[in-house]
């Protein structure tokens, strides 16, 4: 995260001290339904790049996920890794990449958490590598590198869906 994009330094407490201190956490979510509704995407494995090609739906979904409560923004990055991106005839592998795309989601996410001292957590994306028996090393390198964008983004914690690997 460059400096001129760098989230300010808050008292925002973290996820266990909310949790800690007995506080309910609410996350958000749903967006690709939301987003499908409103006519930005397509349900189905080509959904992330709305963070790029309409980041101005994904803002506006996040307030209001924040007005209804939410302390967590969730970067809307499920399917954000390449291989997912080049997987299922998907075309946006060829305008986007993970990197881009789960960049651009971290800054939304950031962008409306600081208008209500929420949480920001990264969201990351399963790979089909897994299933297509391409190995340990090519499978945790597609985490490796989701990783390696939130945390540059400085998320405060990661969520990972529908994955058995451990992320390193």
């Known amino acids: ?3 001129a994009t760098k989230k300010p330094k808050t008292d925002k407490k973290g996820l266990l001290e909310r949790l800690n201190a007995g ?6 979510g ?6 499908e509704k ?7 494995p080509w959904t992330p790049e709305a963070t790029i090609e309409h980041p101005e739906a994904v803002r506006q979904l996040h307030r209001e996920f924040l007005r209804a409560g939410s302390d967590v923004m969730q970067t809307f990055t499920f399917y954000a890794s390449d291989d997912k991106l080049s ?13 881009k795309i789960n960049k651009a989601a971290c800054d939304l996410a950031h962008e409306v958490a600081a208008e ?10 399963q790979t089909p590598d897994y299933l297509s028996g ?3 090393a090519v499978v945790q390198g597609h985490f490796i590198k989701q990783r390696d964008v939130f945390v540059e983004n400085e998320v ?3 969520i990972a869906e529908q994955s058995a690997l451990k992320i390193i």
């Open 116 to 125: 209500g001292n929420a949480l920001v957590a990264g969201g990351v994306s």
């Open 87 to 99: 997987n299922r005839g998907n075309e946006a592998e060829a305008k986007h990449s993970g990197a």
């Open 23 to 28: 506080e309910v956490v609410i996350g958000d």
């Open 156 to 158: 405060d914690f990661l």
């Open 38 to 44: 409103r006519g930005y995407v397509k349900a189905g």
């Open 134 to 136: 391409k190995g340990k």
């Open 1 to 3: 995260m460059s400096s």
């Open 30 to 35: 749903g967006f690709v339904f939301a987003l």
